[in-house]
């Protein structure tokens, strides 16, 4: 039994040199190492990029720019050793299937759901915030959605139980009622998550090609922010460059930390790139690079703006523009925002299918959620299955209580 449990799976049987990879179907290869680094670059830059960048600025001061250096370096190690593994079983499974190979099947099997819990359970939380940004963004337009129809059920409930006024306590006392119970959903976050499923399902190349216009709308707009930003930095306020010394710059390394998470479900991608013991390595650390620099700018532009104690908001971006009087630039933070999340959910969500596609060739799932779809060449089932799993929790469960699911995956 216990051999049974730390058994390892040959890496020949795992890429499939010893016949049909995993002794299912394959899926088809498309992607090039453009590819590979702008979804890199799609999953880094998130909703996180938007939000702990504020709290690192506040701790650290404008010597944050150090934190944002080690912890490319930390992630760089962690991404050659993706990048190996890639190299050496490059089908899809990320962590899961290095697992399986190097420490055996209880490990294998901790780590799959491991990854379901950071993936698919971390979109239903990155959902929420998108639907956040969007709703604020129609408002920014003049059009303006119902309260019951942009917020989720428990978050209501609580808001109204508690006495608060708000979101929450207008979306309960005006929600429409069927058969007695209170009809409040967040509809935003259930369309993006319903759209995103539908793209994912139709193929990687469909895929691929909306996340690089994404990334290209990303950089695009952080690129205008640092130009128009860079008019109004005032180099006094980085003095001094590290206002609570060097344990000042470390008290943010969990929100930079987070701000870098993503670049790992490339590897999940493996078994569809052209080239992946070439492509996967470079692709990694291609999108680490970038991503560093344009974190670092950032860091400099937003302490360059105003004063380091002003950045310890939700969003910095937002908040550094309106305190310098540039409302035009809000309306285009809010829009970058709202594709950068949109990316995350792209690429977690090709993750993730993968991953429980790796598990059923394996034996640790039905073979159902090994299937490939004949047009598609897709994971069609597996994909179904973790729209769902975003989707359902959506009507009734709240941000907190997902985070903290997202936080111990």
Request: some cysteine; hydrophobic content about 50%; proline content about 4%.
């Amino acid at each position: 039994m216990l051999n049974q449990l730390f058994r390892k799976k040959p890496i020949g049987a795992a890429t499939g040199s010893e016949g049909e990879i995993h002794g299912a179907q394959s899926l088809g290869k498309h992607l090039s190492l453009r590819d590979l680094t702008f979804f890199g670059i799609a999953a880094i830059i998130g909703a996180g990029s938007f939000s702990s960048m504020g709290t690192a600025c506040f701790n650290g001061g404008p010597g944050v720019v150090f934190l944002f250096i080690l912890c490319a370096v930390a992630c760089g190690f962690t991404a050659l050793c993706y990048a190996d593994f890639a190299a050496r079983v490059p089908v899809s499974g990320s962590a899961y299937t290095y697992a399986y190979v190097s420490f055996g099947e209880l490990f294998a099997w901790i780590i799959g759901w491991a990854l379901l819990m950071e993936y698919s359970i971390g979109n239903i939380y990155v959902a929420f915030a998108w639907s956040g940004y969007f709703t604020n963004l129609l408002d920014g337009l003049g059009l303006h959605m119902p309260e019951w129809l942009t917020i989720n059920y428990t978050a209501a409930h609580i808001a109204f139980d508690s006495g608060t006024t708000g979101e929450g306590t207008t979306a309960w006392n005006t929600a429409p009622m069927l058969a007695g119970l209170r009809i409040i959903f967040d509809l935003p976050a259930f369309a993006i998550n319903a759209f995103i499923t539908w793209l994912v399902y139709t193929g990687v190349k469909e895929s691929r090609n909306v996340s690089n216009i994404m990334v290209v709308v990303k950089l695009a707009i952080i690129v205008l922010v640092i130009i128009v930003g860079a008019a109004y930095v005032d180099i006094d306020n980085w003095t001094p460059w590290m206002p609570n010394g060097f344990s000042g710059v470390m008290a943010g390394v969990s929100a930079v930390f987070f701000a870098y998470i993503g670049f790992d479900a490339v590897s999940t991608l493996a078994e569809e790139s052209k080239n992946p013991q070439r492509d996967l390595p470079k692709g990694m650390i291609i999108s680490l690079v970038v991503c560093t620099a344009v974190y670092i700018v950032l860091a400099l532009v937003l302490t360059g703006m105003v004063g380091y104690k002003q950045l310890g908001v939700s969003d910095p971006l937002a908040e550094v523009f309106a305190i310098r009087g540039v409302k035009w630039m809000l309306f285009i933070v809010s829009i970058a925002a709202v594709v950068a999340m949109t990316s995350v959910m792209l690429v977690f969500q090709l993750g993730q299918p993968r991953i429980w596609m790796s598990m059923s060739r394996d034996g640790l799932l039905p073979k159902r959620f090994a299937s490939i779809h004949p047009r598609y060449k897709t994971p069609g089932f597996s994909t179904i299955v973790t729209g769902l799993v975003v989707g359902i929790p959506i009507f009734f469960t709240d941000e907190n209580f997902i985070l903290d699911f997202t936080s111990i995956g």
